[in-house]
């Protein structure tokens, strides 16, 4: 994936790169890369993304959860979080912001549903899964900021909207 523009710089300039807008039902790989082709980048799907190595600090690319079509309920979502091998004490925070600035992001203090630290081996394999579900998550922006990663694992995030 692209790096957030000014992860780690907590400037309350403006991202250069307009955030992905996500309607009801859709999903983004948040961390996680895709094999590229000459002349083309295609964008990571469940076929083809590839754990990503990230630093701690790091931010992820950003999303919004645009407004239900219609109104309605408010948005929800689902973020699924995949480590390549034990992460042990890893912490993946689920962070949202009025402005998509890496300066205006932060991980709501009234739920520890915003910090993913719980990790399942899946199935036999080596890879592990850490899940949270925000509904409502009522942010403008959403990105994900990798708060400790002790065993240097890789990671692959997908969002989806609920």
Excluded: H
Excluded at 2 to 28: E, F, I, M, R
């Amino acid at each position: 994936m692209p790096p957030y523009a000014t992860s780690g710089t907590n400037s309350l300039t403006l991202n250069s790169q307009l955030p992905a807008l996500l309607w009801p039902g859709d999903d983004l790989y948040l961390f996680g890369t895709s094999p590229g082709n000459p002349g083309a980048i295609p964008k990571a799907n469940d076929t083809n993304v590839i754990t990503e190595v990230v630093a701690v600090g790091e931010r992820s690319i950003a999303c919004q959860l645009c407004p239900r079509p219609g109104g309605g309920y408010p948005p929800g979502c689902l973020v699924q979080v995949i480590a390549n091998a034990n992460p042990g004490a890893a912490e993946i925070d689920v962070q949202d912001a009025a402005m998509d600035a890496d300066g205006a992001y932060i991980t709501p203090t009234g739920s520890a549903a915003y910090k993913i630290t719980t990790w399942t081996q899946i199935g036999g394999s080596a890879n592990y899964l850490g899940t949270t579900e925000l509904v409502p998550e009522t942010g403008r922006f959403i990105s994900l900021k990798v708060i400790a990663n002790p065993n240097g694992v890789s990671f692959t995030a997908k969002i989806s909207y609920e």
